[in-house]
């Protein structure tokens, strides 16, 4: 298991995550979006044991790094050196923060699809996204415990897949695969699984529905429609 998890935002996703990181034995380094004095009190405060760094230091140092910034600042994550590293992306497209943006929001695309194709030489996998962070932050359960929840994860990489899926077990969920990243779009905003706090079963069960449900059919016909 990797030791060092870098996390690419410091708000509420970035600090929860660090704690129970933090939890669980990593080291763990966590980069905002301006100088490290901005955050520092922060993470001292929010996520005792975590160190603040800059993202350049997050992008050298850590052996998996989590995107918890807002999507639409997906073209500021250091991209070259990224390169050969595992990448889970958390974020979601949301207009509030991120403003109207048609080119997060097409049916076609998941935005991990973006994600990826701006960070050519990373591997990305995404998880942690759909659950909001209150239920993120009190939900860690030992294996086992009738009600532990669960982290859906998808990718293109059954290796890197495995990897994600410790990291989320050790930190205290159960992962559960939903397919490639082109399927990822299932635990977007619009999804029923956005937002949920399930049970392996559950997640499951909401990934099997997904493409009979009215956002399912949305995209298949836009990604029918584009083939």
Known sequence: MSKTIGILGAG???TVLGRLLVAAGFRVLIAGSGPVS?????IEVLVPGAEATTAMDVAHTADIVILALPLGKYRSIPRDELAGK????AMNYWWEIDGI???L???????????????????VVKGFNHMGYHDLDAGARPIGAPD???IGIAGDSAPDLNAVADLV?????????VGTLRDSISLQPGA????????????????????????????????????
Not at 38 to 42: E, N
Not at 86 to 89: E, K, M, R
Not at 108 to 122: C, H, N, P, Y
């Open 12 to 14: 509420k996703v970035g």
């Open 38 to 42: 901005k955050i520092a009190l922060t």
């Open 86 to 89: 595992l990448v889970i992306d």
């Open 101 to 103: 943006r048609d080119d």
């Open 105 to 123: 929001n097409d049916p076609r695309l998941s935005t991990s699809e973006i994600v990826q194709q701006f960070l050519s030489g990373a591997r």
């Open 148 to 150: 532990r929840k669960a």
């Open 169 to 177: 077990n050790t930190i205290g969920f159960d992962a559960v695969d």
């Open 192 to 227: 029923e699984l956005f937002g949920a706090n399930p049970t392996a079963e559950a997640l499951r069960e909401a990934a099997e529905r997904f493409p009979s449900t009215e956002r399912g059919l949305e995209v298949a016909a836009a990604r029918a429609e584009a083939a």
